[in-house]
């Protein structure tokens, strides 16, 4: 519920790391029209099934499109969008499970492909809509619903998997940060290509690492994040492996690839480099008949 959308009949818990996210995607968008003189309905903000993606309902000021797609499948619906309309700006919002679980098999083709859009995804290590499910950030061993031995599989890391895959640009920040997390999701925004901005994104109610992420000085706790050193050069990928291996969570940019090409930039290039012309449905469907 939103004052904007207020027949939409959903809260998130207090405290959720969610909130967070919702004010420097709301900063982060304002600030983006504002500095290119564009209406903010250029951006498009399109969101997976989860506690993460209700955010698209409860942006508060101006207001984006926004598109409520299928559960873990941002990717494909962010594809569609792009393909026709590459002048739009599109920002994925999505949780551990809808992007890593359910959703991670679209994450290489389009880092492969370098499609330009950002993705904002809110890690809370758990299903929060669903009531507490395990999920692939979910710590080996956690007793959940669905893992009542604790659960037997690796927690999953994601940062390896963006870089494996072949992501442009890699940066990771706390729900808590939001001035920070700002400035990332814009730089992201303009990156032309693939951007990933991961948040620890604590859930309250089913699993809350607030205190876990700040850790404790005075009983010797070091916090699970800490910052990446400002000599971290994030053009290099062997750097970027080595801070994404750590077992502690970098916060930062940990990668921003050189020469980025975007991929409808790259249909343009071939496009001009071999003089094809796009082909009709009716062309396209006379080269399949028999
Ligand atoms: C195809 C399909 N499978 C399962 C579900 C049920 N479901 C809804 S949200 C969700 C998990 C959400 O977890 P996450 O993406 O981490 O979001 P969070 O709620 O933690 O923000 C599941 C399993 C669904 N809606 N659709
Ligand atoms: S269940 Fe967890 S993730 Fe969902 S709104 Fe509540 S605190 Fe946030
Ligand atoms: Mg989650």
């Not at 442009?168 to 693939?194: D, H, N, R």
């Not at 009983?219 to 053009?235: K, S, T, V």
């Amino acid at each position: 519920m939103s004052k904007r959308n207020p027949e939409y009949d959903f809260k998130w818990c207090p405290g959720c790391g969610d909130f967070g996210v919702k004010r420097a995607i709301e900063g982060a968008l304002t600030d983006r029209s504002a500095t290119l003189s564009q209406p903010i309905e250029n951006s498009v903000i399109v969101a997976g099934i989860g506690c993460s993606g209700n955010l698209v309902h409860l942006q508060e000021g101006p207001q984006p499109f926004g598109i409520h797609g299928i559960h873990g499948r941002t990717l494909p619906i962010a594809y569609g969008l792009k393909s026709n309309r590459p002048d739009l700006n599109v920002l994925i919002v999505s949780g551990d499970g809808d992007f890593l679980s359910i959703g991670g098999e679209h994450i290489g083709p389009q880092a492969k492909r370098n499609l330009d859009v950002t993705v904002v995804v809110m890690d809370n290590g758990v299903y929060g809509l669903t009531k507490g499910q395990a999920s692939p950030t979910t710590e080996i061993e956690v007793v959940t619903s669905t893992t009542p031995y604790g659960k037997l599989d690796d927690r999953s890391r994601p940062f390896e998997t963006y870089l494996a895959a072949g992501v442009s640009f890699l940066a990771s920040t706390l729900s808590t940060q939001v001035k920070a997390m700002q400035q990332m999701i814009l730089e992201a925004m303009e990156y032309p290509g693939f951007s990933i901005v991961h948040v620890q994104s604590p859930c309250t109610t089913y699993n809350d690492t607030y205190a876990a992420l700040k850790g404790n000085e005075k009983e010797g706790i070091l916090p699970m994040a800490y910052p990446i050193e400002e000599g971290h050069d994030a053009g290099d990928i062997d750097a970027a492996y080595r801070l994404a291996r750590d077992s502690r969570i970098p916060v930062g940019v940990i990668y921003k690839k050189e020469d980025s090409i975007p991929a409808h930039e790259r249909l343009n290039l071939a496009r001009e480099r071999t003089g094809a012309t796009q082909k009709s449905v009716e062309e396209l469907f006379q080269t399949m008949a028999i």
